[in-house]
Nanobody, 121 residues
């Protein structure tokens, strides 16, 4: 089960941290990521991390502004979002997959949270 939190409204240039609490998955290596979907647009990969190795992957649109991280002890995934722009407004989803060929490709992610809305104005 994946449960996101931390969404809300923020002014452009501000920051926000999203959290994703994971439960029920016990593998030592797997992928977790953040995806987003803006109104009228397709869902897209934002940032992913290969749990167990710590490798991270970012969409070009968020590189240098967003940071994905994990807290193993809390089984929680984070997305620190800085320098937010209006175009970052979207529903943000957390997802998990045992293994993926393309970390930012949402197609192969098996498990999804319900999403948390981020609105930048």
């Amino acid at each position: 089960q994946l449960v996101e939190s931390g969404g809300g409204s923020v002014q452009a240039g501000g920051s926000r941290r999203l959290s994703c609490a994971a439960s029920g998955y016990t593998a030592s290596t797997y992928y977790m990521g953040w995806f987003r979907q803006a109104p009228g647009k397709e869902r897209e990969g934002v940032a992913t991390i290969y749990i167990g190795y710590g490798r991270t992957y970012y969409a070009d649109s968020v590189k240098g502004r967003f940071t994905i991280s994990q807290d193993n002890a809390k089984n929680t995934l984070y997305l620190q979002m800085n320098s937010l722009k209006a175009e970052d407004t979207a529903m943000y989803y957390c997802a998990l997959a045992p293994w993926v060929a393309r970390p930012l490709d949402l197609v192969t992610y098996n498990y999804w949270g319900q999403g948390t809305q981020v609105t930048v104005s």
